[in-house]
């Protein structure tokens, strides 16, 4: 299973902008499907944006124009270029390898965001 790190969050003012990064264990060159999810408190996760290895992305009506998800495959690393953020973006966001829709790898610790207003 790939193991994966996110960092990148932190504390920013509204309006502002974070970049977030998920490295991966495994080649990211094997792997298809990669997104970002994150979890409001006591809330389960939800799907932010997700990239296949064709480069098609999809996103979260709530994210869509605001968030950019890459990848780097040479590099194992997966980003999430978030701008124009709210308070609503509060949470703790995560990376997973999709598989079939479905978060299929073990969580990581999650980077958390806070957007104050």
């Known amino acids: 299973q790939v193991r994966l790190v996110e960092s990148g969050g932190g504390l920013v003012q509204a309006g502002g902008s974070l970049r977030l990064s998920c490295v991966t264990s495994g080649s990211l060159f094997s792997i298809n499907v990669m997104a970002w999810h994150r979890q409001f408190p006591g809330k389960q996760r939800e799907l932010v944006a997700s990239?296949?290895?064709?480069?098609?992305?999809n996103y979260a009506d709530s994210v869509k124009g605001r968030f950019t998800i890459s990848r780097d495959n040479p590099k194992n690393t997966v980003y999430l270029q978030m701008n124009s953020l709210k308070p609503e973006d509060t949470a703790l966001y995560y990376c997973?390898?999709?598989?079939?829709?479905?978060?299929?790898?073990?969580w990581g610790q999650g980077t958390q965001v806070i957007v104050s207003s």
């Open positions: 990239i296949n290895d064709g480069g098609h992305t």
């Open positions: 997973n390898v999709l598989n079939r829709g479905l978060p299929s790898s073990p």
